[in-house]
């Protein structure tokens, strides 16, 4: 059986594609393969610190609300202390 001249080219071009693009992908499949299952999992112990370190976290972060909070206040107060008329501008009462 003959091969035909006109197949090599085609043949050549069309196994080029095929190999630029699984090599590559051969490649990741066999990194894989061999890196297993190494996925990192966090000990019991150091996840419960995290959830009580997020517990803390959280009551910190309403604490310093209610501070923000007064101190917004105490501005109000201030400012409206200061803006208001002083004893001298006051009418006597009249009888």
Request: glycine fraction near 6%; aromatic fraction near 6%.
């Amino acid at each position: 059986m003959a091969i035909d001249g006109v197949w090599v080219p085609i043949v050549l071009f069309s196994t080029m594609p095929v190999i630029a693009i699984g090599f590559p992908l051969a490649r990741a499949y066999a990194k894989k393969i061999e890196r297993g299952n190494d996925q990192v999992r966090v000990p019991s112990d150091v996840s419960a610190r995290l959830e009580r370190m997020e517990q803390a976290i959280d009551s910190i972060a309403v604490e310093v609300e209610r501070i923000s909070e007064g101190q917004r206040f105490t501005t109000k107060l201030l400012s409206e202390r200061s803006s208001a008329p002083v004893g001298g501008d006051v009418s006597p009462p009249v009888r």
